[in-house]
């Protein structure tokens, strides 16, 4: 079960926006809007972020926003902070055997 | 507090077995999917398996099928994973998370370390 693509690193510094994309197929993010992303600080456990493509649960951040365009779905963290400094991971609900995938993870870097 | 704890991690030989245990507590568990992630150190998260609100269905990651058993105890608000013929490669900590809305895993355990290692 191949990994969704998504950049090793991304930086950006306090305030500025940035943006990590998660490409996969059209059995996975192409084909479903069950994309969600995760949070992991180092040592934590992840923590939900967005669902379904561009919806928060209560208690994220406004900064946090999502898209999707075709096979590729992306994050998007407006007004960089300190504490946004942590991996983050996308995942897809897909028609398979095995019926959720994992992006490979990205390490957010604030400068 | 919505809560999941997981245990029975540790230390086990190639080709031996283990079975993990995650205690929720804080919602109604009997209304949940349940599903096992792993992350192996350093790397990425991998989706091991769920199991639906009744235990009537069950799906598994290529990895582990044949391998690995989910089950539950929704009277113990509690899911189990029966590792078996463990491998190097299952090195990991293993999570239990919950299935929320939309196929998304929305509360997470801390997460439980599994070393197979002679």
């Avoid at chain 1, 479903?32 to 928060?56: D, F, I, T």
């Avoid at chain 1, 994050?75 to 609900?93: K, N, P, V």
């Avoid at chain 2, 704890?5 to 086990?12: A, I, N, Q, T």
């Avoid at chain 2, 058993?69 to 029966?82: E, G």
Wanted: charged residues 15%; proline residues 3%; hydrophobic residues 30%.
């Amino acid at each position: 079960q191949s990994a969704l693509t998504q950049p090793a690193s991304v930086s950006g510094s306090p305030g500025q926006s940035i943006t990590i994309s998660c490409t996969g197929t059209s059995s996975d993010v192409g084909g479903y809007n069950y994309v969600s992303w995760y949070q992991q600080h180092p040592g934590k456990a992840p923590k939900l972020m967005l669902y379904e493509v561009n919806s928060r649960p209560s208690g994220v951040s406004n900064r946090f926003s999502g898209s999707k365009s075709g096979n590729t779905a992306s994050l998007t963290i407006s007004g960089l902070q300190a504490e946004d400094e942590a991996d983050y991971y996308c995942s897809s609900y897909r028609s398979s055997s095995t019926p959720y995938v994992f992006g490979t993870g990205t390490k957010v870097t604030v400068l | 507090e919505v809560q999941l704890v997981e245990s029975g991690g540790g230390l086990v030989q190639p080709g031996g077995s283990l079975r993990l245990s995650c205690a929720a507590s804080g919602f109604t568990f009997s209304g949940y999917w349940m599903n096992w992630v792993r992350q192996t150190p350093g790397k990425g998260l991998e989706w091991v398996a769920n199991i639906n609100q009744y235990g009537s269905e069950i799906n598994y990651a290529d990895s582990v099928r044949g391998r690995f058993t989910i089950s539950r105890d929704n009277a113990k608000n509690s899911v189990y994973l029966q590792t078996n013929s463990l491998r190097a490669e299952d090195t990991a900590v293993y999570y239990c998370a919950r299935g929320g809305v939309l196929h998304a895993f929305d509360i997470w355990g801390q997460g439980t370390m599994v070393t197979v290692s002679s």
